[in-house]
Every structure is written in C-alpha cells, then in structure tokens.
C-alpha cells in the first residue's frame, strides 16, 4: 500500500468509527424511546438492561452503516479539500478517481461484511431482542406501594398504606381481597402497623400485621325471601401473609414461539418460507376449483372445472413431496412399532411342553383350520352369491343369460337394465304431461332458488378465498422484502459513498457543519425512498425487487452526477457557480430573441 492511500484511508477510518458510535447511539435513542413506558420501570438489574440495549445495537447496525460511511466520507474530503491536500494531489497527477481507490475498496469489504452480518448475526440477535424485550413487557412493575395511594400491583389484593417508614415499615393499612374475581369490599383487612419482608431469593413476600381485624361477609343472592348473609369479624395482634412474587420475576420464554419471523431467518430460511407460502397460495386455489365444481354437480357431471396447468403441476409436486414426507413417518413408525413388539414378545423356543397330548392335539386342532381355510366351496355360499342367484331366479332368464350372470353377474345386471330402457321418442302427450308437472308442481320455481343459492353460496366462498389468498401473498411479499434488504442495506453504503466522497472534494469544507447538514438531507431522502418503495412492494403495486432496489436506483445517478462534477472541479455549491450560469442562459434566450426580429 502506498504513503496516499495510507494517508487517504487514515483519514477515513477515524471518522468512519466516531459516525458509527454516534448514529448508532442516536437510532439506538431513537428505538428505545418507542418501548421506555414497556421495558424501564420494571425494577430489573443493570445487566438486564445492558443486554438489551446490547441487542439493540446490533439490529440496528445496518441502517447505522450507510448514514456513516456518508458522513465519514463527505468529512474526509472535506478536510483534504480544506487543506488543499486534495489540490496538491491533482497537481501531482494524480485523479480524483484514483484518490477515491483507498476508500473505495474498503467500502467493498465494508458491503460484504454488511452482507455477512444481515444474513447471519443480525437475525439471531433480533431473535434474541424480540424474546427479552417481550419477556420484559409480560414482566409486572416492580413493587412500589406509595402513600394514600391503592396499590393492586399484587394479584388478588387492593393495598392503601397511609404511612410508609423507610422501605418496609407500614402505618395505617388497608386490604381488600380481590380474589376469585370478587368485587367490592367482602374481605377487607385493616391493621394499624405492618412490616414487608422478602425471603427465598426474593421469591415470596412476607406482610407481617399488627393489632388489626378482619372482616368477610358471604356475597348477597337477590330475593325476596333471602336470609341474612353471615358477616364475620375477628381481630388479631399479630396476622403474617405470604404474597407470591412470582409476577415480579424475569421468565425467559423459549425462543421457538417466534420461528415463523421472517426478521430472524437468513436468506436460505426466507426461501424456505416462500416456498411454504406459495405452497399455501396454490393449495388455496386449488380448493376454490374444487369447491366451485362441488357447488354445480349438474354442470360437473359431463364436464369437470378444472384447475390451470401451472395449479396442477404445483399441485403434483406438493402431494409428491407430502407422500415422501408421509412415507417417511410411517416407515419410522412402523419401525417403532416393530421393535416395541418384539421387546414385548415371549421368547417361545424356552418354552416347554410338560404334556406330549396337548402338543399333539395343539398341532391336530391347527390343521384343522388350514383344511378349513384352503376350502374351496365356501365361494358357493357368499351372501352375495346368494342374492344374485335370487335375482336371477325372479327374473326368469334363459339359460344363457343364466351361465352369464354366473360368469360376470355386474356386466349381466347392466344388459337386462339396457333392455328395460325405453328407446323411443315421446309422444306430444307425455311431453305435455311432464311439462304441467315441472311448471304446476313448483319445480321451476325450485331450481331458480336453488341456482341462486348456489350462486350465493359460490360468490361468498370466493370472498373468503380471495381474502386469504391475498393475506398469503401480502405475507410472500413481505418475506421477499426480507430477502431482498439483505442485498439493498449493504450496497446502501457503497452509494453513500459515491455520493459523500465527490460531495465532499466538491464543498471542500470539513468538519461537523456543512458536511453533516449535507449527509442528514441525503440521508432522509434515501430512508424516505426506502419506506416508499417497501411500502409500494407490500401492497403489491410493484415487484418487491423494483421497491427494496427503489432508494438505491435512484441515489445512484447523484452520486455518479457528483464524481462528474468533482473530477471538473465544478463548484457546485458556490453563488457565482449559479450567477455565471444564469447569465449564460439569459445570454443564450438574448440572442435567439434577436435572431428572431
């Protein structure tokens, strides 16, 4: 490495660090802000805390990295341009663009560590992120009871203390049981001192209560003719109750409820789930195909609805892979099965026969059954042999068609109905019998409302298809949107330094003013075409690819219009830059006018 590029990459390396602690600690304020009323108040350790906010700092590293390498950059060139370092490297022959190599190429490995770390470390963490901060939340606040205030923090009990000494010394207090979902004041306490005392790893409370009275009275029941409820009171120098503190403790819930996130899946994970949500998507509209042919048996029964070419072929490939699946657990169960019942098996050769005439009649009984099993005239005295052997003897056929219903009974059965079927026209007659019967009888009428049922019945099933469809496809969307910022997060940064580096050579200004007014407009412009392509990707207005790739596409040509301008030392962000371009213009129209006259 060149005595430039050192000078040009150390330059760079110290701002880029101290804009990545800072926009990192900034959005870092940004997120925690959102959960402070949820995760602060709940009387956790310092270690819990630092735990999330460790978390924290690694989710949100990949929309940290390109508002720094922006900032990092426009600074670096700034001040090179600042102390006429830049100057003096053009007029040593060197290019702008060749300057830019150092920075260049460690933006590169900067996108692939970016990459790197969203497809594997920042899913794990987010796992780890959703897991505590939803443990945090389901955790009740620590136990606070305040002066003249009711305190319900405790479940099952309503507490008032008029006076508190120190942290466990209680005056005047006041229970009420709100146990089993009781209301009103059937169980009340009220003791003139107490104290709390924590014991068993903080696990139980102990209230201990001096000189007080307990009153309890049974619920009323409404009635006329009701008998007095029983009221109880007794009083006491000394009554302890144990509160249980289990509401007050962090429990760890296993991190497999949130499996199904597409936030904590790397990329061959998302293809997994897409997968499974087009296998969603096209059982779905198989089964409208389906249910559509089930609601017109008459139309379907010539004629079948069926399913597109590429339903179908999806279709196969989903049952295909179910069977294997199926197959599969079926061979392991039987497997299973295989082993448990020879394990329970007697081991028979061990066994002795004490007497040789139960063996012998054992072995005559079993051959018995065998000369039973290999009969053949049991076929002779089949139920349904005999049945149709009835038919035949009620119809009264000729022998031939005797010996074929012996030889074939069901194709016997078909020919004698073809031969009771009529074959001739009808008449005028019959024609207007059955005509009065479909029109006076109603069955007109019938099959009106009974299409229209079905109709009915079709369309509200097509609702209900569609709106599920639809939230299959809003979620494939989403998972793509996933897969996709992989990509688009780390080659953000790369476009933020083709436009930071030239801004920079460009303002010539270092420091945190211009550059950092400059890197925050851009750096808004870029998240504000982010969310606006995501959003149009999520509701299906575009491709997911087009609208993850959206912010990037279009940050692009500025930042290449930037190198442009710097490599001619343009000056863009100077007053004469514009003045001098203004009277050109106004110089241009001066003389078209006059041509004109």
């Not at 109750?241 to 289990?246: G, L, N, T």
């Not at 996130?261 to 790397?266: D, F, H, Q």
Request: one cysteine or more; glycine letters at 6%.
């Amino acid at each position: 490495m060149k005595k430039l590029d050192k000078l040009i990459l150390g330059s760079f390396i110290g701002p880029f660090l101290l804009t990545f602690v800072v926009v990192d600690f900034i959005l870092l304020i940004v997120n925690m802000l959102k959960y402070f009323d949820e995760i602060f108040g709940k009387g956790l350790s310092f270690w819990v805390y630092a735990e999330l906010i460790g978390y924290f700092v690694v989710s949100i590293s990949p929309m940290a990295l390109p508002l720094a390498v922006l900032l990092s950059s426009l600074m670096t060139f700034g001040n090179l341009g600042e102390h006429f370092e830049l100057t003096a490297i053009k007029s040593s022959g060197i290019s702008l663009v060749r300057a830019l190599r150092p920075i260049a190429v460690f933006t590169v490995f900067l996108v692939i560590a970016a990459f790197l770390s969203n497809n594997f470390v920042v899913p794990k963490v987010n796992l780890k992120t959703f897991g505590l901060l939803y443990d945090i939340r389901m955790k009740s606040p620590a136990l606070d009871i305040r002066e003249g205030i009711f305190y319900a923090g405790i479940p099952g009990f309503s507490i008032k203390v008029n006076e508190k000494i120190g942290d466990n010394d209680l005056k005047d207090i006041i229970i009420y049981s709100t146990k089993n979902g009781q209301l009103g004041n059937l169980e009340v306490t009220v003791a003139d001192s107490g104290r709390m005392e924590k014991f068993f790893n903080e696990n139980y409370m102990k209230l201990t209560l001096y000189h007080g009275t307990n009153y309890s009275e049974d619920r009323a029941m409404r009635g006329i003719n009701e008998n007095p409820v029983p009221f109880d009171r007794s009083t006491f120098d000394e009554n302890v109750i144990i509160f249980s503190m289990d509401e007050f403790q962090l429990s760890r819930t296993p991190e497999d409820l949130w499996s199904t996130n597409r936030a904590i899946k790397n990329i061959s994970q998302i293809k997994d789930g897409l997968d499974s949500i087009y296998t969603k998507i096209n059982d779905e509209k198989f089964n409208t195909y389906q249910s559509a042919e089930g609601i017109y048996p008459f139309f379907a029964r010539e004629r079948g609805l069926d399913p597109v070419a590429e339903i179908l072929d999806r279709k196969a490939i989903d049952d295909s892979i179910r069977k294997d699946k199926t197959e599969k657990m079926r061979a392991i169960q039987d497997s299973l099965n295989q082993a448990k019942k020879l394990a329970m098996e007697p081991d028979t050769s061990k066994v002795l026969v004490s007497n040789p005439e139960d063996k012998l009649k054992a072995q005559q009984d079993s051959g018995k059954v065998l000369s039973v099993k290999t009969n053949g005239n049991l076929a002779k005295s089949d139920s349904i042999f005999q049945a149709k052997t009835l038919k035949r003897k009620e119809r009264d056929l000729s022998k031939e068609e005797e010996e074929d219903l012996v030889a074939n009974p069901i194709e016997d059965t078909r020919v004698v109905l073809s031969k009771n079927r009529r074959t001739t026209p009808l008449t005028a007659r019959e024609k207007e019998l059955i005509d009065s019967a479909v029109f006076k009888r109603g069955y007109r009428s019938n099959a009106i409302t009974m299409a229209l049922n079905n109709s009915r019945s079709l369309k509200n099933n097509f609702g209900i298809k569609k709106t599920q469809i639809e939230n299959y496809e809003r979620e494939y969307r989403r998972f793509e949107i996933a897969w996709y910022q992989k990509y688009t997060q780390a080659f953000a940064c790369f476009v933020m330094f083709l436009i930071g580096a030239p801004l920079g050579a460009i303002i010539k200004k270092g420091g945190l003013g211009m550059p950092v007014l400059v890197s925050i407009i851009f750096f808004i412009v870029y998240y504000m075409l982010t969310i606006t392509g995501e959003k149009w990707a999520k509701e299906g207005l575009t491709d997911p690819l087009i609208g993850t790739w959206f912010s990037c596409v279009m940050l692009l040509p500025f930042g290449l219009f930037f190198l442009k301008q710097a490599r001619k030392d343009a000056r863009l962000f100077e007053p004469d830059f514009y003045l001098e371009w203004w009277k050109g213009v106004k110089k241009r129209l001066f003389k078209k006018n006059t041509v004109e006259a």
